[in-house]
């Protein structure tokens, strides 16, 4: 994969960080950003090195979401035909599918918020495990200020993470919500004064993921998202079929043991992945 322009990536004791790093641009999205995005997110996914994930930002904002010149030409959208309406379709699904990687990661994501998290970058954070926010950051669907319907996640997955009238209140005013609001109806995990402040917390956290064994943690999101969108019954008899599959008496000696001796327990990474395709 040729070194990413929109963002920087690093991996520090089993912890991936990957750094929005376009602040003169507001980390506004643009074809290259979801493409570079979708590539470094299956690299991490194939690997298996890395046992969490940061996702972070550089200047004044987060992200102020989707280009605007994608609007004026980047992305042509034909709504003269039925023919291109439904390829809309197409393109959206495609778009919508590089986040879904983010929730679908074999590892968990933190997502540390300064400054605007606006349009686009809602859809991106709401595919998160845990978002930190520092005090100035804060939440807007702006696509309904702009003529459209959020259409890439926003609105799929914030109704399973604060209350759906307060869902509704952003998405048809396209208000904006603050940081203390966010984390009162539990959007937020924790607001912090300082973005320094707020990182070195999003990464301890990480270090603390990391040190537990990577396929319990594997397992945890697994039962976790699909509890979430399945019932009590579904969700306990899938929790059975995948503790059936993953169980380790090694994993748990030894998480004892190092609980008992005060120290870091000693895990095997999850295995390296390969498409099919790319099979000899």
């Known amino acids: 994969m040729n070194a ?7 991996t520090t004791d089993q912890v991936a960080h990957l750094v929005l790093n376009r602040p003169e641009a507001l980390n506004t999205m643009h074809p290259t950003f979801w493409r570079e995005l979708d590539a470094v997110l299956a690299q991490l996914h194939q690997a298996g090195e890395a046992r ?16 605007l010149e994608v609007f004026g030409g980047a992305i042509a959208m034909d709504d003269q035909s039925p023919e291109g309406r439904a390829a809309i379709f197409d393109l959206l699904t495609d778009m919508q599918a590089t986040f879904t990687r983010i929730e679908n990661l074999r590892i968990p994501v933190i997502a540390a918020i300064q400054g605007g998290c606006i349009g ?7 595919a998160a495990c845990l978002r930190y926010a520092t005090q100035d950051a804060f939440f807007c669907i702006q696509e309904i200020n702009i003529g459209m319907v959020a259409d890439v996640g926003t609105l799929q997955r914030l109704p399973k993470l604060i209350p759906l009238g307060l869902v509704k209140e952003l998405a048809y005013t ?21 973005q320094g402040a707020m990182l070195e917390a999003a990464l301890q956290c990480a270090r603390e993921i990391a040190a537990k064994p990577p396929v319990a943690i594997w397992g945890t999101k697994q039962a976790v998202n699909y509890a979430r969108d399945h019932s009590v019954d579904d969700s306990l008899r899938q929790m059975g079929w995948l503790q059936g599959a993953i169980w380790s008496n090694q994993h748990v000696r ?6 008992q001796h005060k120290r870091a327990g000693s895990f095997a990474p999850l295995s390296p992945l390969q498409r099919f395709s790319a099979l000899d």
Request: charged share 15%.
């Open 120 to 126: 686009g970058a809602v859809d991106m954070v709401t």
């Open 52 to 67: 969490a994930l940061v996702l972070s930002s550089t200047g004044k904002h987060f992200s102020a979401g989707m280009a």
């Open 254 to 259: 030894e998480s004892v043991s190092a609980l």
């Open 174 to 194: 396209g208000r904006r919500l603050s940081a203390q609001r966010a984390l009162q109806h539990g959007l937020v995990n924790e607001v912090f004064d300082t």
């Open 4 to 10: 990413p322009t929109c963002f920087s990536l690093t």
